[in-house]
């Protein structure tokens, strides 16, 4: 997947994300720009998971954003 894959994926999966981690702010989401290790690193600082438990999250939310 290409950079443009990437940052177009992550505009359609901001709101989602927004709402399954409701401590995440707007700004975080835009700082973090669909770059998942600054991704897990945020969650991993304000909800306590790890990375993986993270990815598996995102996997399940690309699976149902066609």
């Given at each position: 997947m290409n950079?443009?894959?990437v940052e177009g994926?992550?505009?359609q999966l901001?709101?989602?994300v927004q709402a399954k981690w409701g401590k995440l702010?707007?700004?975080d989401v835009a700082v973090?720009?669909?770059r998942r290790e600054q991704l897990h690193g945020k969650l991993h600082e304000l909800y306590g998971?790890?990375?993986e438990e993270a990815?598996?999250?995102l996997a399940a939310m690309e699976k149902s954003n066609p």
């Open positions: 950079k443009e894959q994926k992550w505009s901001m709101g989602k702010t707007h700004d973090i720009a669909g998971i790890t990375k990815e598996k999250e």
